[in-house]
C-alpha cells in the first residue's frame, strides 16, 4: 500500500509539474517585457536551457566576457590604432546580449515537426547613437585603406563579393507595417523568404522581424526558421502580436 501510495503521488506530482511547464511554455517574453502568447498547440523553451544557449549565457555572465570581445576585436583591427574604440565597443556589445531572450518555438501537426528560433536584443538611444559612430568610423577606414592599397586590394575585395554574390536570394518579402496590439503596444513587422545557396546546396528560410519602441530604448527581435516552419508559425506570430501585452 505504501508503495502505491508513493507511485500515486509520484505521478500526480509529475503530471502538476508537466501540466505547470505546459502553461508557462506557450508564452516568452521579449526583450523589452512585451509578452507574446503563442497558444497552447505551440511549445517555447528558454534559449539559455540548450545546449549552445547555456554555454553562451554562462560566458556572458563571466566577468571577463568583455574582455575576450576586446581581443576578438582588436585582432580583426577593426578599428585603427589611433581611433581604438575596441574597449568601449565591446563592453557594450557584451551589456547589449545581456539583455538578450533566446528561444526555440516547437509544435507538431499532420505528423510534421516543426521548429524556429527567436531572439530579442533591448537597444538603448545611447548605444544606438554610439553603433552609429563606430560604424562611420570602420567604413571611413576602410575607404580610406583601400584607397591606399591600391589595385591588389581592390582584386581582393572583389574576390570577396564574387564569393557572396547570389548565395543569398530574397524569394519574397513583405513591407515594414505599423501596428498596435489590442493592449496598445505599438510595433513594427515584416517578414521575408530567403533562400542561401552555396555550391549547389540550398537552406530555404523564413525570417520575421519585429521593432518595439519603449522610453530610451529600441527593442529588436527575430525568428527564423526553415520556410515549412515559417509559413506554420506565421499566423500564430501574428495573432501573438496582435494580443501581445507589456
Known amino acids: 500500500m505504501k508503495m502505491k501510495k508513493w507511485l500515486a503521488v509520484s505521478l500526480t506530482a509529475l503530471a502538476v509539474t508537466a501540466g505547470g511547464m505546459a502553461v508557462q511554455a506557450d508564452s516568452l517574453t521579449l526583450s523589452g517585457g512585451e509578452v507574446l502568447d503563442m497558444g497552447s498547440s505551440v511549445s517555447v523553451y528558454p534559449g539559455e536551457r540548450s545546449f549552445f544557449g547555456s554555454q553562451l549565457h554562462d560566458w556572458l555572465m563571466e566577468p571577463d566576457a568583455a574582455v575576450t570581445v576586446e581581443k576578438a576585436l ?30 526555440q518555438v516547437r509544435a507538431s501537426a499532420n505528423d510534421t ?12 538611444d545611447s548605444d544606438m547613437l554610439k553603433l552609429a559612430l563606430y560604424g562611420k568610423t570602420a567604413l571611413a577606414d576602410k575607404d580610406a585603406a583601400e584607397s591606399s592599397a591600391g589595385t591588389e586590394k581592390k582584386e581582393s575585395l572583389d574576390k570577396a563579393l564574387d564569393l557572396l554574390h547570389g548565395a543569398v536570394a530574397v524569394d ?64 500564430f506570430l501574428d495573432k501573438a502580436l496582435k494580443e501581445a501585452k507589456k
Open 74 to 103: 582588436e585582432g580583426a583591427s577593426v578599428f585603427p590604432k589611433d581611433k581604438d574604440y575596441s574597449k568601449e565597443l565591446s563592453e557594450m556589445a557584451v551589456s547589449i546580449l545581456r539583455t538578450g531572450k533566446v528561444y
Open 172 to 235: 519574397e518579402h513583405s513591407h515594414w507595417e505599423d501596428r498596435k496590439s489590442d493592449q496598445g503596444l505599438a510595433y513594427r513587422t515584416a517578414d521575408a523568404k530567403l533562400s542561401l545557396t552555396k555550391n549547389g546546396f540550398m537552406i530555404p528560410l523564413y525570417v520575421k522581424g519585429i521593432i518595439t519602441r519603449e522610453e530610451g530604448k529600441t527593442v529588436y527581435t527575430v525568428f527564423a526558421a526553415d520556410q515549412a516552419s515559417g509559413n506554420y508559425f506565421r499566423p
Open 113 to 124: 515537426f516543426y521548429q524556429g528560433m527567436m531572439v530579442s536584443l533591448s537597444v538603448s
